[in-house]
Each structure stands twice: as C-alpha cells, then as structure tokens.
C-alpha cells in the first residue's frame, strides 16, 4: 500500500492536540467556491473561529456570512458513530446489514474517531466515495455496485484529518499543527 508523505506535507500527525481543522462544503448557486467553517482543536476540544472561502485562485478569505456557516455546521457535520472500534479491529456494519472488519490504526485514532473529530466517509467524484479509516484511505464504491464489498485501500497515513472534500479537481484536507 503506497505512502505519500510529500501529498500530506504540513498536515498534522494524529497524535498532536493542538490543531486546526474545519468543515468543508463546496458551495451551490454557480458560486464556485468552497467554503469552510473553521475550527481548532486545543486539548481534543473544538472551538469555533469562523468562516473562510477557498476561490478558484486557492485564496482563503475569511467572509462574513452567519447563514453559510450555520447551515454547513449543521448539514457538513462529522456524523457520530459510523463505525465500532473494538480491541482488534473496525466493525462495519452496511446498510443491508453485512458485517465488515477492517485493521486498526494508530491507538489515537479511537478517541478521535469517537468524537467525530475525523471525516470517516465522503463522496469525492460521483458515485465514489473516499473512507479514510483508522490512518487508510479506502476507495468505497456507491452501495448500488455493492459497496464495502468492494472497498479498495489506497493510501495510508499518520495524521490527523478533520475534513476533506474534491474542489476544482483536488483533494483539499484540513488539520494542521497550530
């Protein structure tokens, strides 16, 4: 399985307290911008700083706008309890009811992962999500071609990404050291 360090370079390693990170949405209306509700994460806790905009130039400009921050806040949220961590590996558990294990990861990825501090899962190009577990990206196919029955592992990592989502045909992440 490859690693790519020079990919993730500035991101924070999983075992750093002090970072940060945010939630990301491309944003509708032909604005063609990604917007960001930034966070940073002192001691585990995460506390708000505001609302950014990534333009098609890669500018991040932080924007006054209560309403785009509220709703991706509430709609981008990082859900709780997508996956069970046990002793020895991950149980997931697919909408049919078909039981998966995956390896475990670095130790730190359990609390991190338990208090939705992580983006698990998210759709990337159509059709094909992007599962980043326990410390691996896994190339997750849409359920209707069967889904983690099929689920391929692309690349593994050590660091701590708070979100992640394709814009303009990159992958952008956020969690970096404060």
Same mark, same amino acid.
């Given at each position: 399985? +490859?690693?790519? +360090? ?72 990082? +859900? ?60 997750? +196919? ?37």
């Amino acid at each position: 399985m +490859p690693y790519f +360090p020079a990919l993730f370079s500035g991101l924070s390693s999983v075992t750093m307290a002090n970072t940060a990170g945010g939630l990301l949405y491309g944003l509708g209306n032909n604005r063609r911008v990604l917007g960001m509700a930034a966070l940073t994460y002192t001691g585990g806790q995460p506390t708000d700083v505001g609302y950014y905009e990534l333009d098609g130039t890669m500018q991040l400009v932080r924007k006054k706008d209560a309403g785009t921050l509220e709703t991706i806040k509430r709609k981008f949220a990082i +859900p709780q309890k997508v996956v069970t961590i046990d002793e020895s590996s991950i149980l997931i558990v697919d909408d049919k009811g078909r039981r998966w294990r995956l390896p475990l990861g670095h130790e730190a990825y359990t609390s991190l992962t338990n208090q939705a501090a992580l983006r698990i899962c998210r759709e990337v190009a159509t059709e094909r999500d992007l599962f980043n577990c326990q410390g691996t990206f896994y190339e997750l +196919p849409a359920e209707n071609a069967d889904g983690y029955a099929k689920i391929r592992p692309v690349s593994s990592h050590n660091l701590r990404i708070n979100d992640y989502a394709s814009y303009r045909g990159l992958l952008v992440m956020t969690g970096i050291d404060l």
